[in-house]
């Protein structure tokens, strides 16, 4: 293994609208913005800049028993804070299966996203398996705790670059206010491009989440 010369930790608040419109169809829309801190490991160097911020909307359509597919638009912000990064349009296919035993559901989620810059396309290829469970009870309810591990391959590929890929590990611990309201604190490791010399990446997702009302 090739030693990361330094670790960037960030940070990402988000903010997340889900909407039920039937048993078959669900919506989903999202906010983010992505600060970064640069430091070595033995020495923190104080630099705190501005990555991106990113809006985002999915649909999902339920194919089966526990089995969804779903369609993602996505559009990125990297030219904040003096940045020299192109803007991104993205959009991501997926299909789910989730697998449940007692109170643990297993899932499953493959997926395709075309990452659109003015300088060119990449092609990633995901594979997520997750698991996760309420700490209290068979099922969640308001008043609990709930929690997710998972890992994620992805391969990206693009004419211009040789394929690269890359591993996370995440997990998370959220908490149910409410049936609206759900607030979701994830720690993620990133291991990128182990295929051609290692860069690790710590992430700290802050989430609300928020479902509205139907019926």
Not at 124 to 130: D, E, G, K
Request: aromatic share 16%.
């Amino acid at each position: 293994m090739i030693q990361a010369q330094s670790d960037p930790f960030v940070w990402q608040p988000e903010i997340d609208v889900n909407y039920q419109l039937n048993p078959d169809w669900n919506f989903n829309m999202g906010i983010s913005y992505r600060s970064q801190v640069d430091f070595e490991l033995r020495r923190f160097d104080g630099e705190i800049s501005s990555s991106h911020i990113q809006w985002d909307a999915k649909a999902n359509y339920r194919t089966g028993f526990r089995s969804h597919i779903g369609m993602t638009s996505m559009y990125r912000i990297n030219q904040i804070a003096d940045r020299q990064a192109e803007n991104e349009f993205r959009l991501s296919e997926a299909y789910a299966l989730d697998i449940s035993f007692g109170k643990f559901s297993l899932g499953n989620r493959l997926q395709a996203d075309q990452r659109f810059r003015f300088s060119t396309t990449l092609f990633r290829f995901r594979y997520q398996l997750s698991l996760d469970f309420p700490l209290s009870g068979e099922r969640l309810d308001p008043g609990e705790f709930y929690t997710i591990f998972s890992t994620e391959s992805l391969l990206t590929t693009a004419s211009v670059i040789r394929p690269l890929w890359d591993q996370r590990f995440t997990g998370a611990l959220g908490y149910e206010l409410n049936k609206q309201w759900k607030l979701q604190l994830n720690f993620e490791f990133r291991a990128e491009g182990y295929n051609r010399g290692l860069i690790q990446r710590y992430f700290l997702y802050t989430r609300v989440i928020y479902a509205i009302p139907t019926g």
